[in-house]
């Protein structure tokens, strides 16, 4: 087994090491079967294992109440931000959607092409350095849903409390925090994320929607595009994407395994509290999140200069510290460090830091 380093990598990301050695065993011929997942029919007995009990312990791990569905997707989030509109949003009606970030307004820009939108708040004003607070939001009357992104992958910011959508429902983008931390999906009409940040690789999305709302799916539209066909078929109206299937399958096993969500929320507090805290010990780093909007799976900072910055990302990875080059919108260092990424990883930066400050700062 080579050397592995530590990922701070946005995504595709870390994987939990006892998912990669029982992929890598189970690679060639799968216990019992004889052959790799790639190879057997997405209809077979053995298939029927892995999707129902990926879905299984995903539904236990999010507590998912009866009335709502469970579908694997693919064409990753983005292909979220054209579905929800073509499907939840009628003609006549307006969708509400709140900017928080990059990701935000590329599902804003989608949901323009289908129907009327209302940004109902926006914080772009100060480059998305913070989500908006309760009272800063105009939603419109009776709107068919109120769009959120959870967790703003780009600039390191993540919702404390849920905005109140009042009767209309929720709908998440939840690509970059989804199983986290323990959930309410009652509170949403709909959740989507991409699954190669928290849940597996890439190649899969999973959407979580209440039933009521598959009645909205109309018959013209694509079939591969519409929720209610999709669910009708149990996500496999075409044929899945099997491996990514069983990754997540084994990824749901692990967080089942760690002890669920409340467990894996304090891991992942304790990591992002690691960081915080190092960040705000000196005036030599700058964290770009305001205090309360800070997010526990993207740690966004800069340092005195942008040249300084990059001197740091490259001696980081030359140490073994992979991927922590901020997004150009934000300058500076991003440290993503979701579910799989260790506790080790966390404490091998933060020494980084101290070494780097002591040096250079
Ligand atoms: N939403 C968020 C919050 C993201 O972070 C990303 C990707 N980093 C996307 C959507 C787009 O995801 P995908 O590449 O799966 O389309």
Known sequence: ??????????????????VLE??????????????????????SPAFDEILHGAEADFRTLGNIPPHYKVLFLQGGASLQFSMVPMNLLAQGAVADYIVTGHWAK?????????????????TED??????????????????????MTSNNTIHGTEWRRLPDAGDAPLVCDASSDIYSQPIDISKFGLVYAGAQKNLGPSGLAIVIVREDLLARSSDSLPVM????????????????PVFAVYILRLVMKWLVGIGGLAAIGEINARKAAMLYDEL?????????????????????????SEDLAALFAKEAAAAGLDGLKGHRS????????????????????????????RTRG
């Open 330 to 357: 934000v300058g500076g260092i991003r440290a993503s460090i979701y579910n799989a990424f260790p506790v080790e990883g966390v404490a091998a930066l933060v020494e980084f830091m101290r070494e780097f400050e």
């Open 126 to 147: 100060v480059n998305f350095k913070r989500v908006p607070a309760q009272n800063e939001l105009k939603l419109s009357p009776g709107a068919a849903y109120v769009h």
């Open 280 to 304: 705000d010990g000196t005036s030599f780093w700058a964290p770009h999140a305001d205090k309360d909007s800070r997010s526990r799976m993207n740690v966004t900072f800069r340092l005195p």
């Open 225 to 240: 595009l519409n929720y209610k066909v999709q669910a009708e078929h149990g996500s496999r109206y075409n044929t899945p």
């Open 106 to 122: 590329g599902a804003l820009k989608e949901a323009r092409k289908f129907g009327a939108t209302h940004v109902a708040a926006s």
């Open 1 to 18: 087994m080579p050397d592995r380093i530590y990922n701070f990598s946005a995504g595709p990301a870390v994987l939990p090491m006892p």
């Open 22 to 43: 029982e992929a890598q065993r189970n690679l060639v011929a799968l216990p019992g079967v004889g052959m790799s997942v790639m190879e057997i029919s997405h209809r």
